[in-house]
């Protein structure tokens, strides 16, 4: 590869993309051309439609062999673009690629300003900026990190499960680590899926069954992440395996322990079925429930907190001795070199619209509990019946409760029109209810679902335009808790008052109330609504802004359930290309001591966030361990001497920067 | 002092410069998120990327000032969400220091503005630079490149009549 020697003469070409209308709609990209071809060191300037273009990029690379370029600038969009693209062009034409910079002259002037002359400006400082600064640019080498083949995948609903499996049948390692007891998540919760109703846990529980069993998936539920170090190809994270009380690889499922506790009945909240059942201290989530082992609950098994049971449970347990009540926490260290986040969601809880009457009137549910009433293993056996026993004969379900909603949230939660839709159609299959949909509008696109939306229209449920504005109870009779649903018919333009035996509240998708403490945990952004925010919301809708943490399913976005397996196979795909890569290549933008210049002051020391800075004890001078180094320069702006340097973010190169911009001419 | 406003430059009516030290992973991304969903902003600001606050070296700020920028505006990642960890608490700690030199040096410290805003917060860049086009535009120019070309020209001025003429002092010291 060609590198200019140190006297030879530097050579800028200058390249102004149009990119299209959008930047030279605002910027007179001519002028800008003509102003920097009349700058120093400039020997070739040009303007073209689309620079990232094939013939763009080859224009780059004809013109260095052509003209002897030695330093390419490109203005365009914003290097978290195409920086890549056009060093691997600058590479091409035989220069080291650090002999580029890019101005960005689209996402922060030609898409952000209105005066066409002012942008103009602009863009003439930023290119200026760029021309001065890049003469001192250096031949950098890339630094390569090996990428550990194993991966981390948080989360154990069905992106988790896809992704696990999609790696582990690949033959990668994968670790799956899910908080609850068993992995299923949301979705094992619901009874059928739409648009084609087949019913959710035939379809998931093979998939559940198989990441359980995969001699490439180490299953960790009831586990959780506590802490996360290192750096993409070699992340070191802590989970921390929260007790079950009872042995894993000793438990065979069998369930004879939860036949012989010593509570004869049920007595607890089932946390599974939202409280809608009750469950032993003892207990199986429930019946497909991966891993397939119980767990005691310390909250409410007798022997737990007073240590006074008869322990049936033990002595049914017998030989098999599964039941462990001195079990503590145990927090396990895994090297992984990429990791899946597919933490979800959580539904809104509705008792924040206090109008609707949830949490005050019992014969308000929301749909999460619907589901798991009409569901066959659910705690009624799939009968609809209301807390009171009976069979409701007309029943409101009110969609975007907790969506589209100043006061709530704002978003449309992207399923609710859907699962309502498909909630009418099973509750008057079980109940032959009445069914009112009281919507703002329905929302149903996507492959087969304006269809599903149709079909469940024509079978003859009640559709009405208008959000409810209030439920309560029938005054005309107290005792059987009929309500009655109050919302303003848009269509008909008259207030409705339907008296209900129930209301069903479709509840919108939320961030998990610990998102903060994830996000934390993993170095990522969010959303200001609190879902993690993607590298770029179109051309990278899996990657994160840390590399090799990649995202999948609703925790970046409310999605259902064909969108999240589709993430979660993409996020596969991206870790699966980095580990076959077998190592990322990292910016060269460490820092290093200039020996001569050191005053071995140790101000730089205790300021690097990741100890990569010692002091050479026989030299008294600071040492930068370049494999530790992260780039982020900190050290560089206090080093009081200035004798670190930061590659790719020299001093000298951002006071070149500064006069560049600030050009007096350029007012 | 004479000439105390400098005239007003370019095309005759004034607007601030300001220079932007943005980080690569929250504030850069926002301001490319303001890009991208077009909002409008001045057109007063001209950025500069780092790869986080904390490379943010205080003769950055003063050199700024000194070739002519009106304002300086830093961005970084808000606390605890600092992509290398603490970078922008070491920054928060040189603004608290650039904030008494630049008072102390007759600057004023309001001319330098630090904020956090996160890749999501394209709204924010909009807002804050916006907001800190107007405050600044209410100060006035700086123009420390025409100030201290004001003061060479005056003790230039001043020259002849300080040197010769005035008699030595060392007779008050000589009698002791």
């Known amino acids: ?667 | 002092m004479e000439n105390e406003t400098p005239p007003p430059s370019g095309n005759g009516s004034w607007s601030p410069r300001i220079i932007a030290f943005f980080c690569n992973w929250c504030t850069y991304t926002a301001a490319d998120l303001a890009g991208v969903s077009r909002m409008k902003y001045a057109a007063n600001t001209r950025t500069i990327r780092l790869m986080c606050s904390g490379r943010v070296d205080p003769q950055f700020v003063l050199e700024a000032f000194a070739r002519g920028a009106d304002g300086v505006l830093i961005g970084g990642c808000h606390p605890n969400d600092c992509h290398y960890g603490e970078g922008n608490y070491k920054m928060l700690r040189r603004f608290a220091l650039l904030q008494r030199m630049l008072q102390d040096l007759g600057i004023g410290a309001e001319r330098l503005r630090l904020e956090w805003i996160s890749a999501a917060e394209g709204e924010k860049v909009k807002s804050v630079i916006n907001d800190m086009v107007k405050k600044i535009t209410v100060l006035g120019p700086l123009d420390l490149p025409g100030k201290c070309a004001d003061w060479d020209r005056e003790v230039t001025r001043l020259e002849p009549s300080v040197a010769p003429s005035q008699p030595p002092f060392e007779s008050e010291v000589t009698h002791a």
């Not at chain 1, 209900?500 to 969010?526: A, W, Y």
């Open chain 1, 1 to 667: 590869m060609y590198t200019p020697k140190k006297h030879e003469p530097v050579r800028i070409g200058f390249y102004i993309c149009h990119c299209g209308t959008n930047i030279a709609g605002m910027v007179d990209v001519q002028a800008v051309a003509k102003y920097v071809a009349a700058l120093p060191n400039v020997v070739l300037s040009r303007d073209y439609k689309y620079m990232c273009s094939d013939p763009g990029q080859e224009m780059i690379v004809q013109d260095i062999i052509e003209h002897r370029l030695n330093r390419i600038v490109v203005a365009a969009c914003s290097p978290l673009l195409h920086e890549h693209t056009f060093r691997e062009a600058t590479r091409r034409g035989g220069l080291n690629p650090f002999f580029f910079q890019m101005v960005n002259i689209r996402e922060h002037d030609s898409w952000v300003h209105t005066d066409r002359q002012l942008a103009t400006r602009k863009a003439m400082a930023l290119s200026r900026a760029a021309i001065q600064r890049v003469p001192l640019h250096k031949p950098l080498e890339v630094k390569k990190v090996s990428i550990n083949p194993n991966v981390l995948i948080v989360g154990g609903g069905i992106a988790g499960i896809h992704a696990a499996l999609v790696l582990a049948n690949a033959g990668k390692q994968v670790y799956l680590v899910e908080r609850d007891p068993t992995i299923g998540g949301h979705m094992a919760k619901f009874d059928k899926t739409f648009p084609t109703l087949d019913c959710a846990m035939c379809v998931l529980s093979p998939k559940m069954a198989a990441a359980g069993s995969h001699p490439n998936i180490t299953l960790w539920s009831y586990s959780e992440v506590v802490k996360v170090d290192g750096y993409v190809g070699n992340f070191k994270v802590t989970v921390r395996r929260k007790p079950r009380y009872v042995l894993e690889d000793l438990c065979t499922g069998c369930q004879e322990c939860v036949e012989a506790c010593i509570y004869k009945e049920p007595k607890f909240r089932d946390e599974f079925n939202l409280g809608l059942g009750k469950r032993k201290p003892v207990f199986l989530p429930f019946p497909q429930a991966i891993p397939p082992v119980v767990l005691i609950d310390p909250e409410t098994c007798i022997e737990l907190k007073t240590g006074k049971c008869k322990k049936t449970c033990v002595e049914a347990c017998g030989d098999r001795k599964a039941i462990d009540f001195k079990q503590k926490e145990e927090l396990r260290e895994i090297t992984v070199g990429t990791i899946i986040v597919a933490t979800g969601f959580q539904i809104f809880d509705a008792r924040r619209t206090p109008y609707y009457g949830y949490g005050i009137y019992p014969n308000v549910y929301n749909a999460l509990e619907v589901e798991r009433l009409v569901n066959a293993s659910g705690p009624t056996g799939g009968e609809i019946v209301l807390r009171n026993g009976q069979v409701p004969k007309k029943v409101a379900i009110i969609h975007c409760v907790g969506s589209r909603d100043e006061n709530s949230n704002r978003w449309c939660s992207r399923v609710c029109c859907l699962y309502s839709l498909k909630l009418a159609h099973l509750i008057h299959e079980h109940t032959q209810a009445e069914i009112y949909n009281f919507y703002i509008d329905i929302r149903t696109p996507g492959k087969s679902m304006e269809e599903f939306y149709c079909r469940i229209a024509e079978e003859g449920i009640n559709l009405i335009r208008g959000r409810v504005a209030d439920v309560y109870p029938d005054p005309s009779d107290g005792a059987t808790g009929r309500l009655i649903v109050q919302a303003e018919d848009t269509m008909l333009d008259c207030i409705m008052k339907v008296p209900v035996d129930m209301v069903v509240l479709s509840v919108g998708l939320e961030p998990h109330p610990d998102t903060e403490k994830i996000r934390r945990l993993f170095n990522k952004s969010c959303s200001s609504e609190g879902w993690f925010l993607e590298r770029h919301p179109k051309l990278a809708p899996v990657s994160t802004f840390t590399d090799g943490i990649f995202l999948a399913g609703c925790c970046q976005g409310p999605k259902d359930i064909p969108d999240s397996v589709a993430q979660a196979g993409a996020a596969a795909a991206e870790a699966f290309s980095l580990i076959d890569k077998g190592n990322i290549e990292l910016e060269p933008n460490t820092a290093f001591v200039v020996e001569a210049e050191c005053s071995g002051c140790k101000s730089c020391i205790p300021l690097c966030p990741y100890t990569a800075i010692s002091l050479l004890a026989d030299k008294k001078k600071a040492y930068i361990n370049e494999a530790l180094c992260k780039g982020c320069g900190t050290c560089v702006a206090a080093c009081p001497s200035g004798s670190i340097v930061q590659n790719l973010f020299e001093d000298a190169e951002i006071f070149n920067e500064i006069d560049g911009l600030l050009e007096p001419t350029l007012v």
